[in-house]
């Protein structure tokens, strides 16, 4: 059973990059959709994005000018870039893999707080 | 985007109780749709997958049904461990989108 783990800052300054990365291990990246979504304190599931493991990525509108999804098969990992944050870009950000829509496999989160 | 809209908001039960959760589509999305349970402090665990299919290792209790714009989530018998909140997912049309979310409570 594939494990994944975010790493990343807890910390970015407003205007800043939001950069994470996550980490599978016990199974190959070199398949199925790896994802990213997000979850205010307090608050509902918001789905950022997802990225097929030849490069392919789809994004939420709602953040398409400001994410980037990449993959690096060679080291099991795929990231996250969300670039000008806010305050309201607060929030835990959970890795997630998925043969299509349904995220089977998630991280445990990583709470990023945006905040000079 | 297809606004998923999850009923009740809250719901309290008992041990035992047969429970059902509702989920809304602002347009059809076919079958699919998928069902998570969190606990707090936890990532959302997959339950359902394609309105009524069971993932693995999910236990009986769970069942899911419906297809176009309505859906529920039936738990046959509750369990101590099913009091979380449960949330419904769309992944018929990009954006994907998530409920609200219903928190199950202890009665």
């Known amino acids: 059973q594939v494990q994944l783990q975010e790493s990343g800052p807890g910390l970015v300054k407003p205007s800043e990059t939001l950069s994470l990365t996550c980490t599978a291990s016990?199974?190959?990246?070199?398949?199925?959709?790896w994802s990213w979504i997000r979850q205010p304190p307090g608050k509902g599931l918001e789905w950022i994005g997802y990225?097929?493991?030849?490069?392919?990525?789809t994004y939420n509108p709602s953040l398409k000018s400001r994410v980037t999804i990449s993959v690096d098969t060679s080291k099991n990992q795929f990231s996250l870039k969300l670039g000008s944050v806010t305050a309201a870009d607060t929030a835990v950000y959970y890795c997630?893999?998925?043969?299509?829509?349904?995220?089977?496999?998630w991280g445990q989160g990583t709470l990023v707080t945006v905040s000079s | 985007d297809i606004q998923m809209t999850q009923s009740p908001s809250t719901l309290s039960a008992s041990v035992g109780d047969r429970v059902t959760i509702t989920c809304r589509a602002s347009?059809?999305?076919?079958?699919?749709l998928a069902w998570y349970q969190q606990k707090p402090g936890k990532a959302p665990k997959l339950l359902i997958y394609?309105?009524?299919s069971l993932e693995s290792g999910v236990p009986s209790r769970f069942s899911g049904s419906g297809s176009g714009t309505e859906f529920t989530l039936t738990i046959s018998s509750l369990q101590p461990d099913d009091f979380a909140t449960y949330y419904c997912?769309?992944?018929?049309?990009?954006?994907?989108?998530f409920g609200q979310g219903t928190k199950l409570e202890i009665k």
């Open positions: 990225i097929y493991y030849s490069g392919s990525t």
């Open positions: 347009q059809s999305i076919s079958s699919w």
């Open positions: 394609k309105a009524s």
């Open positions: 016990g199974g190959s990246i070199s398949s199925y959709y």
């Open positions: 997630a893999r998925g043969a299509g829509g349904s995220s089977s496999n």
């Open positions: 997912q769309q992944y018929d049309n990009y954006p994907y989108t």
